[in-house]
């Protein structure tokens, strides 16, 4: 079992960040997320897109702001499991909860709190009449592993970044890379579609617009997919392949916490501003997760959530202890594996 002082459920930036804070209080975290990497939506839905209201950045790219706090809190070594939803909650007659997860993993924590953005997110799915036959025989939502494609003959549809992403990353990776989409125009970063198109042009993507997956075939194992190019009908295309990977993008869904007893409200879970603790001692709910009066789904407001959120957290761990809040530009940050960050010293030298 895994134990730790708190317990983050969901690993996109608010989450990320109140590892951070936490480690300021010398409180050590474990984050689980259903997703296979850190970074919520950031990371798995638009990590090229810029982002312009995160205090001191004018402008930054999400991807590159989860690649900047996992380097914040680094220091603190948070641990992670990923590719795995929370599933069931248990409280313990010491008052510390049991979180397990899908895959029977289990977490041991005095401290809960749900940063699952949106929720966990499922897959949005084609709606092909025997497209579960072929899942996990050739049929993916995510990619967890580039090199599982490596000189596979792949097609994927879709018209977003993730699609047009990982489009661009198997030109190097797949015998033959197919991007299939029902419009002419993208929704993606302007960069990533001309990539697309320069190695459309190189003959290291087939980009078949306008068009959608119509059928899939194959014994067991899919085997090759039908295109109907939609600006002739008539004109259905058999593609022999090895993987079918539909990026349509993550429904959000609040998933099994939503029978954790919680108060929930609109899909979103219940909080005291006081300090985002939900109607259940000992667990709290940040970012997007939540709602209140007043409640905007911003990023730096997760931010400013997971502050607060640690502060009640480590009185509740330390009752009988009494935090004296410094500023880390005055005592600086030190990290569980030894490092200190600090301003230098000024030097006071006497006149003689």
């Not at 895994?2 to 209080?25: M, N, R, S």
């Not at 948070?78 to 313990?92: D, N, Q, S, V, Y």
């Not at 749900?114 to 990619?143: C, H, Q, T």
């Not at 939503?258 to 709290?284: H, M, R, S």
Request: aromatic content about 8%; charged content about 25%; glycine content about 10%.
């Amino acid at each position: 079992m895994i134990k730790t002082d708190i317990l983050i459920i969901g690993a996109g930036p608010t989450g990320l960040f109140a590892v951070f804070e936490a480690g300021l209080l010398q409180l050590k975290c474990h984050l689980i997320d259903a997703l296979p990497q850190a970074g919520g939506q950031c990371s798995e839905i638009y990590p090229k897109k810029p982002i312009y209201d995160i205090p001191g950045f004018p402008e930054v790219l999400a991807g590159d702001l989860v690649d900047n706090l996992m380097e914040q809190i680094r220091p603190f070594q948070p641990g992670f499991t990923l590719g795995e939803r929370a599933e069931t909650i248990e409280k313990l007659e010491d008052g510390s909860f049991v979180v397990t997860t899908n895959k029977g993993t289990q977490h041991n924590a005095p401290i809960v709190a749900i940063a699952g953005g949106l929720g966990s997110f499922e897959p949005r799915k084609p709606l092909l009449e025997n497209l579960g036959d072929y899942e996990d025989n050739g049929v993916s939502y995510i990619i967890k592993d580039p090199e599982a494609f490596r000189n596979k003959r792949v097609v994927i549809a879709g018209g977003g970044d993730s699609a047009l992403d990982w489009s661009i990353f198997l030109a190097d990776v797949a015998s033959e890379v197919t991007l299939v989409h029902r419009r002419n125009e993208f929704r993606g970063a302007l960069d990533s579609v001309e990539k697309v198109q320069h190695l459309k042009n190189q003959g290291k993507i087939n980009l078949i617009t306008p068009g959608e997956i119509v059928g899939l075939n194959g014994n067991e194992k899919l085997e090759s997919v039908v295109i109907r190019k939609t600006s002739n009908a008539a004109e259905d295309i058999t593609l022999d392949v090895d993987n079918f990977i539909p990026l349509f993008g993550l429904s959000p869904k609040l998933g099994p916490i939503a029978d954790w007893g919680l108060e929930i409200e609109k899909n979103a879970i219940k909080v005291d501003t006081f300090d985002y603790q939900t109607n259940v001692p000992g667990i709290y709910a940040i970012g997007d997760v939540n709602t209140y009066p007043g409640k905007l789904k911003l990023i730096l407001c997760g931010f400013h959530e997971a502050t607060l959120m640690c502060q009640s957290a480590y009185q509740r761990i330390f009752p009988d202890k009494k935090y004296v809040m410094k500023y880390t530009t005055v005592g600086g940050v030190s990290g569980f594996d030894g490092s200190k960050k600090e301003a230098p010293k000024a030097v006071i030298k006497a006149i003689d």
